[in-house]
Each structure stands twice: as C-alpha cells, then as structure tokens.
C-alpha cells in the first residue's frame, strides 16, 4: 500500500526531490498587485485591495459583507464576540479540529465543549450535538444553560475539515431548536458549497483562513463572512473601534488591530481570480487519487449534497501501526505526509473540558494522514 501511495503521489509531483503538503502556486496577477501596492505606498492598513478583495469574497460567497482581517484565528476571534459569545459562556465545537478553532473560543473568554465527528464529514455531529445538550443543558431565559452549574451555552461552532462540508441543515435545526448561535469555521473550505450554498454563509457568521498552506494565500489573512449590519461592526471592532472623523483620534469602545494589511490583500485579490482554476485542478487530482488508491486504501471524498474545495486529500488506514508505517516511509521518502490533528481534549489547555462522546474522533484519529494535495502549474495546464 504505501508504495502504491508513494508511486501515485510521485507521479504527480515528479520523480524525485521533496513532495510538500501544500505548496501555494503564483504565476497569475500577484506579483504586479503586489507592486502596485509598493508603487502606491498604500501598503498598509488603507487601500483600495482591501475593498476590492471584500467585495470579491462577498460576491463569490453571497455573504451580505466580507470584512478582511489578519489571520483566520483573529477572524473566529471576532466572529464570536460579534455572535453574542461573552466571558464564562460555553462554545460546542469539535474534538476534532486544528487548535485554532478553540483558542479562539478561549481568546473570546468563552471555554469550549468538544462533541464527536460524522464519519463521513469529518466534521461536528448534528447527533453528537443533540445529545450532549439533551443530557447536559435545560432551557433559561436567554438561552440554554448547563444544568450542572447554570453556565449559558452561546453558540456551536463547526469546522468543515479538509474542506469537507458538515452536514448543515440538521446542523442549523439542532442550534435553531435551542437558541444557540451558528458560527461556521470555514477556515479550509473556501469555495467549498453545501447544497449549492457557500461554506461560511450558513451561520450567523462565518470566517476563512488564507494562511499559507491553505487553498488560496495572502501571506497570512482572515475574513469575517456575515451580514451588512453585522459587517459594519466587524470592520469597526476590527479598525480599533475608531468613529471616522478626519483627523480626532475617537474610540468608542475597546478594539482590536486585525485589519488586513493593502500589501497582502493584494496577493488575495490576484490569488481568488485563480480559485476556479485552482478548484478545477483540486477535484481532478482527488480523482485521479481514487482511482490510483482505492484499490489498497480508503480515500476521503466529498459528503452526499456537497462540493468539496478538496483542500487536503486524505487517506484511511487500517490501524494506528497502520498510520505510524505511512507516516514514517512516506515521510523518509521525501513525500510529505501529515496525521490528522491530536484531538483537542489531548491538549494540555483543553484537557479539562466537557466533552461527549468521542468514539469517532478517536477513531479517525489514529487512522487518517493527509497526502499531497498542492496545485502545480502543470495541473492546470
Ligand atoms: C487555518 C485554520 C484556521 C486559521 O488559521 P490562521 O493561521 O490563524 O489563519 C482556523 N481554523 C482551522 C480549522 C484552520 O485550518
């Protein structure tokens, strides 16, 4: 199996030399954005990128605002206290997720509670969901509280994995049915659709990542996806809270410096007009890993009623000395492999969380490694 696995990967990414995870791909408009931006001066936190690459990303996401920021975990950051999320509040997420997901719950003074995965999504469990509320929470006033020390559970906060999209509508009528807010991490799944709907515009908020490993770059940099009046209010608690006035230094409330940088939304701006491309080429190669692979190995492929982004392929192996085996031989041959994350209850900060059940998390996590999945200039000729 693995030296199936190193074969395909291979004859994708060349014959010899190192194979990274994800590499970003330049070579459409970047560079001459970018130096607009230095031939401008304009390369700070003012600039006419930035406008233009939050009007793009609403328009591709059909969000009512796209409000850029400096990175995806600022963006989660934001989009729970915009939610409503306050300190001492509970957050239901996924045990199963990249650590960001719950700093910022814990940067927004809120503690997390972790809930199992769906098998087929990666990503949090309606079910898992239901039930922990069932057996934990009763109905208060201004929502639901834990019963066993009345703590208000604000918001629930799922992660589309790999770009795999959860299953939303069963998702929005558990948080519907007891008043908990949407918040969507949509961090690795921009231009990923669920029933014909971006990823990110099905909660009350949701945020992206462009960090450098995910499927579009601007170096590092988040957007908060929302509606108009909640995306006015994000750009003023992201701009340090200051009322506009054309020269008296005006704060109204205690903000933050998130605002992306001209510089980098420049790269975004040049980067998203390649996002068919890049998406195009990202289903082929997920193709043709199936093809190749299924034979000797499970491939994760996109949920019923979605379309994927395929951010990150990934495989299914038999056991964890299964995974341990592709880990190392993988790696030793100069083809980047990676596990899927350490499950947050593992974690030093997030061991004395609540959580449900985990059988599933715990399962996926000893047996699922992502592959290669990169764009190259080749996959889109
Ligand atoms: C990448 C990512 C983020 C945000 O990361 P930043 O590096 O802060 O942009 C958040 N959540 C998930 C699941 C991610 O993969």
């Not at 696995?5 to 004859?11: H, S």
């Not at 306050?86 to 719950?102: E, H, M, N, S």
């Not at 719950?105 to 922990?132: H, K, M, Y």
Request: with cysteine.
């Amino acid at each position: 199996m693995i030296d199936t696995l190193i074969k395909t990967v291979r004859a994708e990414y060349g014959a010899d030399g190192f194979v990274p995870l994800h590499a970003p791909l330049f070579g459409g408009n970047e560079a001459t954005y970018v130096a607009d931006t230095v031939a401008s001066t304009f390369v700070s936190s003012v600039g006419a990128f930035v406008d233009r690459f939050e009007g793009d990303m609403a328009a591709l996401t059909g969000a009512g605002r796209a409000v850029a920021v400096v990175n995806g975990t600022a963006a989660l950051h934001m989009a729970l206290m915009l939610g409503g999320v306050l300190p001492g509040d509970l957050v239901i997420t996924q045990a199963l997720t990249f650590v960001a997901t719950c700093n910022a719950i814990t940067q927004a003074g809120a503690v997390p509670v972790f809930c199992d995965v769906d098998r087929a999504t990666l990503g949090l469990s309606p079910e898992a969901v239901a039930d922990w509320l069932e057996a934990n929470a009763e109905r208060g006033p201004d929502g639901p509280v834990r019963r066993s020390d009345g703590a208000r559970i604000a918001a629930c906060l799922p992660m589309h994995s790999f770009g795999h999209p959860v299953r939303l509508t069963a998702l929005m009528a558990v948080c519907e049915g007891w008043g908990l807010v949407l918040i969507e991490d949509a961090a690795e799944s921009l231009g990923s659709t669920y029933r014909g709907g971006h990823t990110g515009t099905f909660g009350r908020l949701g945020t992206q990542s462009f960090n450098g490993n995910k499927i579009l770059t601007t170096g590092g940099g988040g957007m908060i996806l929302c509606d108009a009046a909640l995306g006015l209010r994000a750009k003023h608690l992201t701009t340090t809270a200051k009322r506009p006035h054309a020269w008296e230094f005006l704060h109204d409330e205690m903000g933050y410096n998130y605002r992306m940088p001209n510089l980098n939304a420049a790269l975004g701006v040049a980067q998203l007009e390649r996002l068919p491309a890049f998406l195009g080429a990202k289903r082929a190669l997920a193709a043709r890993y199936v093809a190749a692979l299924t034979d000797v190995v499970e491939v994760v492929v996109e949920p019923a009623e979605c379309a994927s982004n395929y951010w990150l392929n990934a495989v299914v192996c038999d056991d964890r000395a299964a995974r341990d085996a592709v880990l190392t031989e993988t790696n030793a041959a100069g083809v980047m492999t990676r596990p899927i994350w350490a499950l947050m209850t593992r974690l030093p900060m997030y061991q004395a969380c609540a959580a449900g059940p985990l059988e599933v998390s715990h399962w996926l996590e000893d047996r699922v490694v992502n592959i290669p999945s990169g764009v190259t200039a080749g996959m889109l000729a």
